[in-house]
Nanobody, 124 residues
């Protein structure tokens, strides 16, 4: 059973930065596509970013492209989300997820494992 644990969330002012981490255990991290999703109150969970198991292919939501960067360290079984130029509308619970399929996908149902989430709050 794969376990994913997110960390790094918090309160930040608009324009600031945060780096989220997601540590994986119990599976073969280096073979998984990893993704970040977020869910704001009253809204559906939405795709943020994803990265191929090799690190060689990434995908971003239009709303975060150019501000957020996803990366991974397979030696540490960890995926990161560097968030810069944060906006109040980025406020949400952020979840990391692992997909055993190789495709870098934005579809939540394609992901097999999910973390518990970490809260990110951006004040104006």
């Amino acid at each position: 059973q794969v376990q994913l644990v997110e960390s790094g969330g918090g309160l930040v002012q608009a324009g600031g930065s945060l780096r989220l981490s997601c540590a994986a255990s119990g599976g073969t991290f280096s073979s998984y596509t990893m993704g970040w999703f977020r869910q704001a109150p009253g809204r559906e969970r939405e795709f943020v970013a994803a990265i191929h198991w090799s690190g060689g292919n990434t995908r971003y939501a239009a709303s975060v492209k150019g501000r957020f960067t996803i990366s991974r360290d397979n030696a540490k079984n960890t995926v990161y989300l560097q968030m810069n130029s944060l906006k109040p509308e980025d406020t949400a619970v952020y979840y990391c997820a692992a997909a055993t399929l190789g495709e870098v996908t934005s579809t939540p149902s394609a992901y097999d494992y999910w973390g518990q989430g970490t809260q990110v709050t951006v004040s104006s």
